[in-house]
């Protein structure tokens, strides 16, 4: 154990992290980098984290741009507090505020959805009976989850009768911790799935296992709760090492591993899960179980003819360039964010990274240039493993580690100063991207 000189030096070493790591944020675009005069007209579906980061930079790098952003949410989410939420260590609150919060007053905001997009004739018609004619097109507009997709299952269940979804939104995750808190004091068999879909932070699923079963020892010591999880495939993350590393401490933790099941109904009444397996339907019983259904992009994506034709059928993504986000049939169009169809980067940072190349390839295309930026893939997930730990895994699109403290924070160690950069400093750092400034 660190005696106090040692903890106040690492506390001094994580304070000045997180102010260079602010510092450095602001500063990855020169506030004085020359604005492009233009009259293009530029369209962003989805007032997300990435819609919102990006007309931020666009609105001061372009001069006399008309920037119109739709979403038809007031609420803007904080997504990557709804596993404190759901955990019981941040109230529903913290990942809450309202879009137009985030949003210079030179952008307009269209408060409704994207019903149909025209890629042939450059259009883009509303809920409201708009129709948008741009210049470029940003698809920004997130996944759905799709509930339906698990029989027996609908979110008027979440909180009772031992269910939990957190990936719902802020109130679903609160009433997620409504029945883990339950199944904290009670005990029992807890069951934690994924879907066999991408999905927005992979490590989700693992963080809400270990983060339960870390409380659950707290309060009643070992024996009482039987701790599953139920992987879709024969890998527990997608990064091998990072998989390899997960396995090792579920078996120090007694967390049992079922591979290949995917999660296709559940029965609340007999508290039964029914999987699909490889050998065919596998029923388990639980106590508490949490349910993250499969996620695909929005029915106006997939029906806009702007997906892959050739991969993620069922899913939807949209068909870009997975190094400069630009459509590949249609490059007035970009996409980026939890819609894109790259092999990585469902994440915050992630959109981090990919927002300064959209930038640049349509700024440069303004200027009849060719961009120089690309996304490599980077993903980020502070990988809680316990209250107050966490590893801080960063990788690219060929699965390399890409620590971004090398020598400071070691991405397979669990260390208190990456649950600090989960809790405190990574919050800061959305924000500040959402502005536009990092």
Aim: aromatic content about 8%; hydrophobic content about 45%.
């Amino acid at each position: 154990m660190k005696n106090d000189q040692d903890l106040r030096a690492s506390r001094r070493a994580f304070l000045g992290l997180v102010a260079g790591g602010l510092a450095t944020a602001s500063a990855v675009r020169p506030a004085a980098a020359a604005r492009v005069r233009t009259k293009a007209r530029i369209v962003v579906i989805g007032a997300g984290a990435a819609g919102l980061a990006l007309v931020n930079r666009l609105v001061d790098r372009l001069e006399g741009a008309n920037i119109t952003i739709l979403d038809p949410s007031a609420g803007h989410v904080y997504q990557p507090g709804l596993s404190l939420v759901a955990a019981g260590l941040k109230p529903a609150s913290y990942t809450q505020s309202r879009t137009t919060d985030w949003l210079s007053r030179d952008i307009t905001l269209i408060a409704e959805a994207a019903a149909a997009i025209d890629p042939e004739a450059k259009t883009v018609g509303t809920t409201g009976g708009q129709t948008l004619s741009y210049d470029f097109l940003i698809v920004a507009a997130g996944l759905v989850l799709d509930h339906d997709a698990i029989e027996g299952f609908s979110l008027d269940l979440v909180g009772t009768n031992g269910i939990g979804a957190l990936y719902a939104g802020p109130q679903y995750a609160a009433k997620t911790w409504a029945a883990a808190s339950e199944f904290v004091e009670a005990g029992g068999v807890g069951l934690f799935t994924r879907p066999a879909t991408e999905m927005k932070c992979a490590g989700a699923p693992l963080k809400h296992t270990f983060l339960i079963e870390d409380i659950a020892t707290r309060a009643a010591g070992k024996g009482r709760h039987q701790m599953h999880y139920a992987s879709n495939n024969a890998t527990l993350f997608g990064v091998p090492i990072v998989s390899e590393k997960v396995r090792m401490l579920f078996g120090d933790r007694g967390i049992a591993t079922h591979y290949n099941h995917v999660l296709r109904a559940i029965d609340p009444g007999r508290k039964v899960a029914t999987f699909a397996t490889p050998d065919g339907d596998a029923e388990m019983p639980y106590d508490y179980i949490h349910v993250i259904p499969p996620q695909r992009a929005p029915d106006v994506i997939r029906q806009s003819g702007l997906s892959w034709a050739d991969r993620w059928t069922d899913q939807g993504w949209v068909e870009v360039d997975r190094k400069t986000l630009r459509h590949l049939r249609y490059p007035e169009i970009f996409a980026l964010g939890d819609v894109a169809g790259v092999p990585k980067g469902k994440t915050a940072a992630s959109v981090k990274w990919q927002v300064p190349v959209v930038e640049d390839h349509l700024v440069a295309t303004l200027e009849g240039r060719d961009g120089v930026k690309e996304y490599d893939g980077y993903t980020s997930c502070p990988l809680v493993t316990r209250v107050g730990r966490a590893m801080l895994v960063e990788f690219d699109y060929h699965d390399n580690l890409t620590p971004s403290f090398p020598g400071l924070i070691a991405p397979l160690e669990e260390l208190w100063i990456s649950w600090l950069m989960k809790e405190v400093a990574l919050k800061a750092t959305y924000n500040a991207m959402l502005r536009g400034k990092a």
